[in-house]
């Protein structure tokens, strides 16, 4: 056989290694979704999805917009998961490129002296050998698809590492608006407490010059006293809790909060969008990064039982060479100086202690466990958008009754006041009044920011927040890549 011959019977097999293979992995079904086919307690909402309002929409406050939009770009939890994602593409290109042959160009020389009492001759000889050209090293015929599936796992481990950064982006938004929010409420409580306390501080001084006068007992003096005594706990606690609130807020935005920030709004000024219709469950499927992670873990575990199969099979490797060799340096590309080799080999498993079949087994076990952590988070993010709805509606109407106990509470304290001055209520009557409006004012800050973060809670449990407005731009994708639709998921939604 010439060495034309040769070049053309290994280009051949090495094609066929490519174009051949059949993956021996299971045909991938989606799991039925372990959930009701629609949501509780929906009620009257728009056309609009959660996954069609950027969060520039939702978030209308500016010092929340530029706090998500510092945190977007500074986070450092979201910086690992973008990170995370050029490991995964990294592992992925290692995985296709096993499925192309590796072709290096070589060269090496050698010289050798061998014992007069070594050689045929009797003589001492001096030997030199000289060689250059390519090879084509170890190239796998993936006749049974071990290599293919391997690289399948790759490319869903790679699409599953994108939707957990996607997801990161989610829940980062999300958290940030909680905290941003429940600072503010922390803030309005505090400023009601040391109103409360400057007020406290001036009835104990009236107290005391009473007292003293004979006009009152010591025990009115000490009923205030205690009064005041307890606003000042109450403003101490709300400052380290303030505090901590603040503490939380830099580590989300990932560096510290710029003193130029548009100033805060108040709870009762945040427009949140609470009117998004929840659609059916099976749109979460769509709409959820971290369910399509799941999805595509497991497409990456049903891949690998594909490997394990196709490991009980012959593997056929080819290696090859083609170049010039000769004795002397000078004369590599001289006529006649031209070389090649042709190694293939097979090996073919025939007692490997169940090795091979503890493999399968293990793909199967791991590809349950997918199987039931994909249930688990369809089951979780069903719940979140349930717990969500039925909330909604119930917490507007909490708002509304906590205001009219306030406006109650106030109403009362003023009465008890007046009642007081004129001698008709005793110091008891006042005293309860003040501490009752007191704490309907800080349950009122309370139930607002319990609504605020139930409208937050919805709309990240929707797939909302991964926009930052209406315009979109292209994702990079991997060159050569199969589409997202290929792999069985839909097109990921761009970020920004």
């Not at 990932?254 to 548009?262: C, R, T």
């Not at 039931?372 to 909490?398: C, H, M, N, P, T």
């Not at 050569?480 to 069985?488: E, I, L, R």
């Amino acid at each position: 056989m010439n060495s034309k011959h040769m070049n053309q019977l290994i280009l051949a097999m090495a094609a066929a290694g490519i174009l051949s293979a059949c993956s021996m992995a299971p045909t991938y079904e989606r799991p039925a979704a372990p959930v009701s086919g629609e949501f509780p307690a929906q009620g009257k909402t728009t056309a609009r999805r959660a996954a069609d309002i950027g969060w520039r929409e939702f978030f209308k406050d500016a010092r929340l917009q530029a706090l998500i939009s510092a945190g977007l770009e500074h986070n450092r939890d979201l910086r690992v998961a973008v990170l995370r994602i050029e490991e995964a593409r990294a592992l992925y290109g290692v995985a296709r490129a096993d499925r192309l042959p590796t072709i290096n160009a070589t060269g090496s020389g050698s010289r050798a002296k061998t014992p007069a009492d070594l050689s045929s001759t009797g003589a001492i000889l001096h030997s030199s050998s000289y060689n250059v050209g390519v090879t084509l090293a170890a190239f796998e015929l993936d006749l049974f698809g071990r290599v293919k599936s391997l690289s399948d796992s790759a490319l869903a481990t790679y699409l599953a590492t994108e939707e957990a950064q996607r997801a990161a982006v989610l829940s980062l938004v999300s958290e940030i608006a909680k905290a941003y929010l429940a600072e503010r409420a922390y803030a309005e409580q505090l400023d009601l407490a040391q109103r409360t306390q400057a007020s406290r501080e001036q009835s104990y001084q009236l107290a005391k010059m009473r007292y003293e006068v004979g006009a009152s007992s010591k025990l009115d003096l000490v009923q205030y006293d205690s009064l005041l005594q307890s606003a000042k706990v109450s403003v101490l606690t709300l400052q380290r809790q303030r505090a901590q609130a603040e503490n939380a807020l830099v580590v989300l935005v990932g560096k510290p909060i710029d003193s130029k920030l548009p100033p805060p709004q108040p709870l009762s000024a945040q427009g949140l969008i609470t009117d998004i219709p929840a659609g059916l469950p099976s749109e979460l499927l769509a709409n959820r990064p971290d369910l399509l992670q799941a999805e595509q873990t497991l497409q990456a575990a049903n891949a690998n039982i594909g490997a394990a199969r196709a490991a009980f099979f012959p593997r056929i490797a080819l290696t090859a060479s083609r170049g010039t060799a000769s004795s002397e340096l000078s004369g590599l590309f001289n006529a006649g100086s031209g070389a090649w080799s042709f190694a293939p080999s097979i090996t073919l498993p025939i007692f490997d202690f169940g090795r091979n079949l503890n493999n399968l087994d293990l793909t199967h076990a791991r590809k349950n466990i997918a199987v039931a952590q994909y249930e688990k988070a369809v089951q979780v993010a069903f719940r979140e958008v349930a717990d969500a709805l039925i909330a909604r509606g119930l917490l507007d109407q909490q708002v509304e009754a906590q205001a009219a106990v306030t406006k109650a509470e106030t109403e009362r304290a003023k009465l008890s006041q007046a009642r007081y001055d004129s001698g008709i209520a005793n110091s008891l009557d006042l005293l309860d009044a003040q501490r009752q409006q007191f704490a309907a004012e800080q349950s009122l800050v309370q139930t607002r920011l319990l609504r605020l973060t139930n409208a937050i809670d919805l709309y990240r449990s929707l797939g909302g927040g991964l926009l930052e407005g209406k315009a979109e731009t292209a994702k990079t994708v991997v060159a050569d890549q199969p589409t997202p639709a290929a792999v069985g998921k839909p097109a990921p939604v761009p970020v920004k």
